[in-house]
């Protein structure tokens, strides 16, 4: 008996979301107001909504000159709404979306993501393996340039997550204030629960003390659009600035695959 | 059988050599840099060189129309005309640098109101109820007009004329010697917390028009300030002293 509802309770689940996911909802004046208050300069996209029995979620883009970001915005029947997770990307899932209960959510956002993206031309990369629907190319921009020269790729998008990974990789922490040319730079997303969000970002240090990362004012392609003194005065009271080293590789086989 | 000491030798030799080993490998093979430095060895930073000229090469130059000028680091071209030359002939010749944080931290912080005016504008007068505060200032070629790119109006009673400011949002500094009409603005401005005890008040940066009307001008100098008109500046100086020495 217990087997088969857990079996079933997925399941069930999926179906209720899947016939929710996107459905026209008009946007409570609550969940708006917490977006307003959560980043008033920041243009707001609004992706869809999935929602469950219980608890209406509801996707949005942010866009502040040159960072773009997903939030998720978390709205349980009879209680206020809250921020449930926010950075420039939500893949992998981290928080409460990593667990396997919220299977159908996970989806449904990919879905959202998917249609957007769609809807403005950009449609998924075509590959082998399952592709994310990316909104930031944070990630991507960078490993266009270390991949080729060190054999360490990121693989994410996701300022918390390329975080994780420099610290976890074959780098070396340096302080920013003095990083050397080719250091990666990175200011992971912060938000708490009721706002504010603070969009994080991450790029690579050039040799003048410019700084090269992708830039949402023109599509997330990579410009030159900071210097290091520009970027720790944005970045390092609200978000916290963090630079690395990677590691000059011995042989010519690649790492961090 | 062997002798007791000759078997504790062997294991000595074995242990240091092992332990040897490791630290060579550690040491030379991979990167240079000695183990458990945090150091970048030079080798890293060879890469990161290379890292570094790779990333400023395919960089996306962004398309723009003659009337919206695109913005960028350092760019300040949304100002018109010869911004960017001026400012970096201003930087120049009083060797100003792009500040550190130490720098700013030294700085007097002032909250403002950032707005734009232009040879467009309808209150623009000829000269500028300012043109005489331009004599003997930076600008010596005896245009008494402001300059794209390094002219601000202030109320000189917040700011003292010819102080050295700086603007973070458009990575600029300017000298505080047209005031125009933030005088004015400063009685209506008056609730604003740009006019408090940490309020600069209105900083009106200069904008040469060009082939845009004065509300393009505005337009394009909020969509590079942001969409309002709330920012901050640092007093470098305050009043003309700063220049001594220079010219």
């Given at each position: ?178 990083a050397p040319p080719g250091s990666i730079i ?17 790029g690579i240090l050039g040799?003048?003390g410019s700084i090269y ?15 290091l ?14 630079a ?14 | ?51 570094a000229?790779?990333a ?192």
């Amino acid at each position: 008996m217990n087997k088969s509802l857990l079996l079933l309770y997925p399941l069930l689940w999926a179906i209720i979301c899947s016939h929710a996911v996107g459905r026209p909802i008009t946007i409570p004046s609550a969940v708006t107001a917490l977006l307003q208050r959560a980043d008033p300069q920041a243009n707001v996209e609004y992706c869809g909504s999935v929602s469950t029995n219980r608890v209406d979620y509801y996707l949005f883009l942010l866009t502040r000159k040159e960072l773009i970001g997903v939030v998720l915005v978390q709205y349980p029947t009879g209680k206020a709404p809250r921020v449930a997770d926010a950075d420039t990307s939500l893949f992998p899932f981290s928080g409460f979306l990593q667990h396997s209960f919220a299977q159908p959510l996970q989806e449904g956002i990919e879905e959202l993501l998917a249609r957007r993206n769609l809807k403005k031309n950009r449609p998924a990369r075509q590959g082998t393996s399952h592709q994310v629907p990316e909104i930031s190319a944070v990630g991507r921009d960078i490993d266009h340039v270390i991949y080729p020269i060190s054999g360490f790729r990121l693989g994410a998008d996701s300022t918390r997550e390329i975080l994780r990974l420099l610290r976890t990789g074959p780098t070396l922490s340096v302080d920013p204030k003095s990083a050397p040319p080719g250091s990666i730079i990175v200011s992971p997303t912060q938000f708490y629960n009721d706002g504010p969000i603070s969009l994080g970002h991450a790029g690579i240090l050039g040799s003048d003390g410019s700084i090269y990362s992708a830039d949402a004012r023109y599509g997330g392609a990579r410009t030159k659009n900071f210097t290091l003194s520009s970027w720790l005065r944005r970045f390092s009271g609200t978000n916290g600035t963090y630079a690395f080293v990677i590691r000059a590789r011995f042989s010519g086989s690649a790492r961090g695959q | 059988m062997k002798p007791r000491g000759l078997r504790t030798f062997g294991a000595l030799f074995l242990t240091t050599l092992i332990f040897l080993l490791g630290c060579d490998d550690e040491d030379t093979a991979e990167s240079g840099t000695p183990s458990g430095s945090s150091q970048p060895s030079q080798s890293d930073l060879a890469q990161g060189m290379t890292i570094a000229g790779q990333a400023g090469t395919g960089v996306a130059i962004p398309e723009s129309d003659a009337n919206t000028p695109v913005s960028g680091y350092n760019d300040l071209s949304v100002l018109g005309g010869d911004a960017n030359q001026n400012q970096q002939a201003f930087r120049q010749r009083y060797g100003l640098t792009d500040p550190t944080q130490e720098q700013l931290t030294q700085w007097q912080e002032y909250d403002a109101r950032l707005t734009a005016y232009s040879n467009k504008d309808a209150d623009w007068q000829y000269p500028t109820a300012a043109s005489a505060n331009w004599i003997e200032t930076t600008w010596t070629n005896g245009d008494p007009l402001a300059v794209e790119g390094t002219t601000v109006a202030v109320d000189f009673n917040r700011i003292p004329r010819g102080s050295l400011i700086y603007i973070p949002a458009l990575d600029m500094y300017a000298e505080a010697n047209d005031t125009g009409a933030t005088g004015m603005w400063a009685q209506s401005d008056a609730r604003q917390s740009d006019y408090g005890a940490t309020g600069a008040g209105r900083v009106d940066v200069y904008n040469l028009a060009g082939d845009r009307s004065s509300s393009q001008v505005e337009k394009n100098f909020q969509n590079r300030v942001g969409n309002d008109e709330y920012g901050q500046i640092y007093v470098v100086y305050r009043g003309p002293g700063w220049k001594k020495g220079c010219r």
